[in-house]
């Protein structure tokens, strides 16, 4: 499975923003797809994650209610919609696929993407 993030930018304090990741393959509808972000010098943390065949969405605490995670397995993407963004959630957001029905650790996900900057202006 090849990841390719895309859609990072630069957005107000308070604003929307929407990052996909589009999977090549044709079993991506099998994976769990999370999404995580790094900001510099801190370590990479789990954000959220959505798992195959349509389960609940996990989130991280520092995102839930603002962030909103989604899969379109016809189309072989996944979504992270971020609203009411804060200066702390700049970083590069990085997308992975898991076959573990869903995870919140790195180890867990055997693909990832390169990653999409988000950069939030106060």
């Known amino acids: 499975v090849q990841l390719q993030a895309s859609g990072g930018g630069l957005v107000q304090a308070g604003g929307s923003l929407r990052v996909s990741c589009a999977a090549s393959g ?5 994976y769990a797809m999370g999404w995580f972000r790094q900001a510099p010098g801190k370590e990479r943390e789990f954000v959220a994650a959505i798992p195959y065949s349509g389960g609940t969405p996990y989130y991280s605490d520092s995102v839930k209610r603002r ?8 189309k072989n993407t996944v979504y992270l919609q971020m609203n009411s963004l804060k200066p702390e959630d700049a ?19 055997e693909y990832w993407g390169q990653g999409t900057q988000v950069t939030v202006s106060s």
């Open 67 to 74: 962030f909103f995670i989604s899969r379109d397995d016809a």
């Open 91 to 109: 970083a590069v957001y990085y997308c992975a696929a898991s076959r573990k029905y869903w995870s919140r650790r790195e180890s867990d996900y």
């Open 26 to 30: 044709s079993t991506f509808s099998t």
